[in-house]
């Protein structure tokens, strides 16, 4: 089969002609449709994250390379293993990515995304960029038949991602929250939090065409964080008191600082980007404000199928604005470094 690998970091990605895993036992083996191309991938390729007084490497964390990378997975099953129930040949499946060691008490209440011995998909095991991915346990597949495809694919991790942040943030009943960052991630929490709450929803992204779109997914106010009245202009939107919750899907020292200086008394900001470096924290007025700070990460098994549900309702509407043949997925990369996607760019076969 035809795949894209990471070969080391920062290097392209070699596109060539690999063995087709052949499934056994529980496994599955799935003909890619569309994989989407998501942020994370790119700090994988990077080979890790600005910690604020270093670099965390994947390498460190257990990735080894070569690896293929693509956590966003939608496809047809192609083969089975003797042992799989209830999957056949022909159905149309999501891939859950986000799968764990299987045996610790986190994995076995079912928490598999926030396993200490992760196995994601495209990450600690090869993933979606490629032709078929062999998916180690039919439990990890959700049936799809009914939704668009394409847009589909981003309810794994983008829109799973924002599904549990919205959760998280919503969880002190607020008037309003704040989500920062209009990408793939954040225009998918748009949607969630309108589809959730009654909260007025407030976008803040440094890019006006991607404020446009947040908009356009039902987003009250936008506010570009370049405006030098930015701060002036969201506390104006949240009544002078500032923001209930704020998600923030960018997670960098220029939008946590803005995070810190709107966050109103009682507020609750959720963490989601790993754009990474470090702030200060102003210690006293975590007390004195009784804030939360909280990360969230992907979601689990049981949020995913919650999710297609809501898709399939008509509720939420992934944006697929680029799609790539696999012999593109540099390119796919690189136009997502360079900021050029709006929502989420597919690489298909
Ligand atoms: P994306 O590239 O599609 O979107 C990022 C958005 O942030 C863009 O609209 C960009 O204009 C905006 N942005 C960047 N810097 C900004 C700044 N300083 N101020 C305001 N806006 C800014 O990325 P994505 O796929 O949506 O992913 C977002 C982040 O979330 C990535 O770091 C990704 O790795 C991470 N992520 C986290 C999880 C998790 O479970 N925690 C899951 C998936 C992705
Ligand atoms: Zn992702």
């Not at 496809?75 to 610790?104: A, F, H, N, Q, R």
């Not at 992760?118 to 346990?137: M, N, T, W």
């Not at 939090?193 to 992204?205: G, H, M, Q, R, Y």
Request: charged share 20%; proline share 5%; glycine share 10%.
């Amino acid at each position: 089969m035809k795949a894209a690998q990471i070969i080391e970091p920062n290097k392209p990605l070699k596109i060539s002609e690999i063995d087709t895993p052949i499934p056994s036992g529980k496994n599955v083996l799935v003909k890619m449709k569309a994989v989407g191309v998501c942020h994370s991938d790119l700090h994988l390729w990077e080979g890790g994250y600005d910690t604020g007084d270093g670099f965390m490497k994947v390498t460190d964390r257990g990735v080894k390379f070569p690896v293929i990378p693509g956590h966003e997975i939608v496809g047809t099953v192609s083969e089975i293993g003797d042992s799989v129930v209830g999957i056949k040949v022909g159905d149309e499946v999501l891939v859950y990515p986000w799968i764990g060691c299987g045996d610790c008490p986190t994995c076995k209440n079912g928490d598999t995304n926030l396993c200490e011995a992760p196995k994601s998909l495209g990450i600690f095991q090869d993933g979606g960029y490629a032709e078929y991915s062999l998916v180690p346990d039919y439990k990890f597949l959700v049936k799809i038949s009914g939704i668009d495809l394409e847009g589909a694919a981003s309810l794994s991790c983008s829109g799973l991602t924002a599904f549990t942040a919205v959760k998280k943030a919503i969880s002190n009943s607020p008037e309003n929250i704040l989500i920062v960052g209009a990408g793939g991630l954040g225009l998918m929490g748009v949607q969630i939090a309108k589809a959730l709450s009654n909260a007025k929803v407030i976008c803040v992204d440094l890019d006006d065409e991607k404020l446009k779109i947040a908009q356009e997914m039902g987003a009250h106010h936008i506010i570009n964080s370049k405006d030098p009245e930015a701060i002036k202009n969201i506390m104006s939107v949240c009544n002078e008191k500032g923001a209930d919750s704020i998600i923030d899907f960018v997670n960098a020292p220029p939008t946590v600082k803005l995070d810190l200086s709107v966050i109103r008394k009682r507020g609750n900001i959720v963490l989601v980007g790993l754009f990474g470096g470090a702030v200060d924290l102003p210690l006293v007025s975590i007390p004195l404000k009784a804030i939360t700070i909280q990360g969230a990460y992907t979601g689990n098994y049981s949020n995913l199928v919650e999710l297609v549900d809501l898709a399939r309702s008509g509720v939420i509407k992934p944006i697929v604005s680029k799609r790539y043949p696999l012999e593109q997925a540099n390119n796919a990369l690189e136009d997502l470094k360079n900021r050029k996607v709006m929502g989420r760019a597919v690489i298909i076969t």
